[in-house]
């Protein structure tokens, strides 16, 4: 991904939302796949076809994400959405921006995709 950081535009400040994410990291299992808001689905898309082979196509990490669910990962001040099996962030990951939120999604991942915005 070549976006930097996303500007958290809620009530949190950059520290909590990194300790927020920091919290989802240490989750076991893996958090079920939800699906993409339909824009960062576009977004996605339109670079995937734009730079093929720069990183998985959208469309396969979407099919582990549904096989494998997601899990949070930071690296070097930066959060990831990853399927669970990976450790591939060069190719594999997304912002949790991209998520879609349901209602019965995770109370802390909901305030993280929230506040990358």
């Known amino acids: 991904m070549s976006e930097s ?3 958290v535009e809620s009530e949190l400040t950059l520290q909590q939302y990194l300790a927020l994410a920091e919290r989802l990291t240490g989750y076991s299992e893996a958090f079920p796949f939800q699906g993409l808001e339909e824009i ?3 977004k996605l898309k339109a670079e995937s076809d734009e730079f093929p082979g720069y ?3 959208i469309d396969d990490l979407i099919k582990r994400f549904e096989m494998e669910g997601v899990k949070i990962v930071i690296e070097k001040g930066k959060v990831f959405v990853l399927p669970f099996n990976s450790t591939d962030i060069e190719n594999d990951s997304i912002f949790p921006r991209f998520l879609k939120m349901t209602d019965d999604m995770d109370n802390n991942l909901k305030t993280l995709i929230k ?3």
């Open 115 to 117: 506040a990358g915005k």
């Open 40 to 42: 960062g689905y576009q």
């Open 55 to 57: 990183a998985t196509p």
């Open 5 to 7: 950081i996303p500007q």
